[in-house]
């Protein structure tokens, strides 16, 4: 069905470029520049910040902006392209933080129990627990735990913020229990299409009150510009798109080092927007809305690359 519509895109599309039989020059958008604010301060001397940043493999550049203090910054300005990304990324944690306390009518987290599920470098966790929230984040590489371990404990949050190494399609309430509030950011489009389903009702079950996701969808664009393969169903009614991950036959060990793609699956799934709503309805939540801004990218990105609040 998507694909029909995309064809009929594609076509008129040509027919106005000139260009028959391919799309041309698909708009791919841009991050949103944007100055990080940081609004909690490093506990830690110049000398521990400096150490412990040498033992967390610093070849990998960080994907989460911290500013350590000291002039000790985990993704530097003069690193074009991982600063912009790292401070788009941090649009997504400082809105969700301010859309929660708006919604509870509270200036603070304290009390509320938070899950970070696939929390990379933590960053969004940290936003979290700045406002007083106990945040647990769950995460499959090893380096991604440390580097959340020692961020906590940089700003003085690790009572806080406890890490768990492990992978998000098999955590769940009999393991962890369930949250306040619940962030599956950029992880749902790095699953394969057999985890669409189980990964959405894993996270409802887990949500007691407010959950958020980020996540890429199928559409034109994205079809297109990430060279999708499909459609494909999910659990044989939710229709999607695949995403190739990692290259066929890549070892264990390339596809670990691949730090923000999936932990082993070749192919992931991004379902079609349509699809995923029902899905998130079906699962148990009982509105679902979507974030506009704040928001990192700008059109046309924005138009896959959604965040989108669901109530319980
Ligand atoms: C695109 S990053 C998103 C990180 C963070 N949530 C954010 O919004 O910036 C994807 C993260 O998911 C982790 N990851 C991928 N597959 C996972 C799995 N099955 N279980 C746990 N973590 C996983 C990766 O290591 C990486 O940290």
């Not at 694909?3 to 028959?20: D, E, L, R, V, Y």
């Not at 949103?32 to 040498?54: D, F, M, N, W």
């Not at 349509?274 to 009982?286: N, Q, V, W, Y």
Request: charged share 25%; with cysteine.
């Amino acid at each position: 069905m998507l694909q029909k519509i995309f064809k009929k895109a594609a076509s008129k599309h040509n027919a106005k470029t000139g260009t028959p039989g391919k799309s041309t020059n698909p708009s791919k958008g841009t991050v949103a520049l944007r100055q990080p604010t940081q609004k909690y301060t490093g506990v830690l001397s110049q000398h521990e910040i400096q150490s412990e940043l040498k033992k967390l493999e610093p070849s990998t550049p960080w994907a989460h902006y911290y500013d350590f203090g000291h002039n000790l910054k985990s993704v530097n300005p003069s690193d074009a392209v991982f600063f912009k990304k790292a401070t788009g990324l941090k649009t997504i944690g400082e809105g969700i933080v301010d859309f929660t306390k708006s919604f509870l009518g509270r200036d603070n987290l304290n009390g509320l129990s938070v899950l970070d599920l696939a929390c990379g470098e933590a960053g969004h966790s940290i936003e979290f627990a700045n406002l007083g929230a106990t945040v647990m984040g769950v995460e499959g590489r090893d380096l991604y735990v440390k580097r959340s371990t020692f961020a906590a404990k940089a700003f003085g949050f690790d009572e806080r913020c406890k890490f768990l190494q492990s992978d998000v399609r098999t955590v769940g309430k009999k393991d962890i229990g369930s949250f306040d509030i619940t962030l599956l950011l950029g992880i749902l489009h790095h699953l394969g299409e057999n985890d669409f389903w189980p990964m959405l009702q894993n996270f409802a079950d887990m949500t007691d009150r407010l959950g958020f996701i980020y996540t890429h969808v199928s559409e034109f664009d994205s079809v297109t510009n990430h060279r999708l393969k499909g459609p494909v169903m999910a659990d044989g009614r939710f229709e999607g798109y695949l995403f190739q991950e990692h290259r066929e036959g890549a070892t264990e060990k390339e596809r670990l080092n691949q730090v923000r793609a999936s932990l082993d699956n070749t192919y992931s799934f991004w379902a079609r927007e349509e699809s995923l709503l029902r899905a998130l309805k079906e699962a148990g939540f009982s509105a679902v809305f979507k974030v506009l801004a704040p928001h990192p990218f700008e059109y046309p990105l924005s138009q896959y690359r959604v965040l989108y609040g669901c109530l319980k």
